[in-house]
Each structure stands twice: as structure tokens, then as C-alpha cells.
């Protein structure tokens, strides 16, 4: 064989077992496969601050006494009441006096063993966040007074986070 033959082989297996870790690199993984963003587990204290700072502005009287009646029940330490006080607010979600950012986030709190989620998906879905206004706005909020939006949503990300 002539020798550049032999140099030419000898490079490409070269070539070939110095690249071939990076070719493992850049594989899939599958492993995790599903929804990779996990649902925040939150406490009342989370909820509450997060759903007074929604409430500033509403002018409903059963929604302000529920907002006043969640902060005394956690400012007591009574997470139990909290918790039971934030479902019954997530079942008056239907009222029109609600904002849309206070509904969305209501509709996507669920109670479960280890305490409040949210589900981020369907916050962001109920706020039409995938199909925004030109302007940026999510969907559903086009109806809210613009000074509130940025402050909503700064609310709902500081919760998420």
C-alpha cells in the first residue's frame, strides 16, 4: 500500500474516534419526555399576596371581604382556612367584576395533598398569552386598563418563579 493510503486511514480513524464522543453529545434525549415545566407548589402566603396585588382596583364587596378575610387568615398562621377561603374565591372565578388576570390565575390553582399549584400551561392559556394583541398584550387581558396589565403580569411571573 502506498504510504499517503496508509496516512489517510490512519487520519479518518483518527478523525473518527476523537470525534465520535461529541456525536453523543448532540443525541436525543428522551428520558424526560412530557411537560418539562414543573407546577410550582405554592403556599397562602404566596397565593394571597399575589391575589391581593390582582384584586387592587376591584370595586366588588364579596370579592374585597374574601381578599381581607385570606390575608387575617394567613397573617394568623390559619393555612388551613387560607386554603379553603382561596377555593371559595376560585369558585366565584365566574363573577364579572374579577379581573381576567385574577380568574386566570384562580382557574389554574389546584389544592392538592402537598398544597396549592398552579398549572403555568393554563394560566397562560386563560390568558390568551399565545395569541397576544399586536401591542404584546395577551388576549384576554385586551379588556383590562392598560396601567394594570404590566403590573398583573409582573404579579403572575414573581408567583411562577
Not at 379553603?84 to 395533598?113: F, Y
Amino acid at each position: 500500500m502506498p504510504r499517503g493510503f496508509k496516512l489517510l486511514i490512519a487520519l479518518g480513524l483518527l478523525g473518527f474516534v476523537l470525534l465520535s464522543p461529541l456525536a453523543t453529545v448532540f443525541a436525543a434525549d428522551d428520558t424526560n419526555s412530557g411537560n418539562l415545566t414543573p407546577n410550582p407548589t405554592l403556599t397562602p402566603e404566596q397565593v394571597a399576596s399575589a391575589l391581593t396585588a390582582l384584586g387592587q382596583g376591584t370595586n366588588d364587596s364579596s370579592i374585597q371581604q374574601l381578599l381581607q378575610q385570606l390575608n387575617s387568615q394567613v397573617s394568623s398562621g390559619n393555612n388551613a382556612a387560607a386554603s379553603s377561603t382561596i377555593l371559595q374565591l376560585k369558585a366565584d372565578s365566574n363573577n364579572p367584576n374579577m379581573s381576567a388576570s385574577m380568574k386566570a390565575l384562580l382557574q389554574s390553582i389546584s389544592a392538592g395533598k402537598n398544597g396549592l399549584t398552579v398549572d403555568p400551561q393554563l394560566l397562560s392559556a386563560l390568558l390568551g398569552a399565545n395569541n397576544p394583541t399586536p401591542n404584546g398584550v395577551p388576549s384576554n387581558l385586551r379588556n383590562e386598563s392598560p396601567s394594570r396589565i404590566p403590573v398583573d403580569l409582573n404579579t403572575l411571573a414573581n408567583l411562577l418563579q
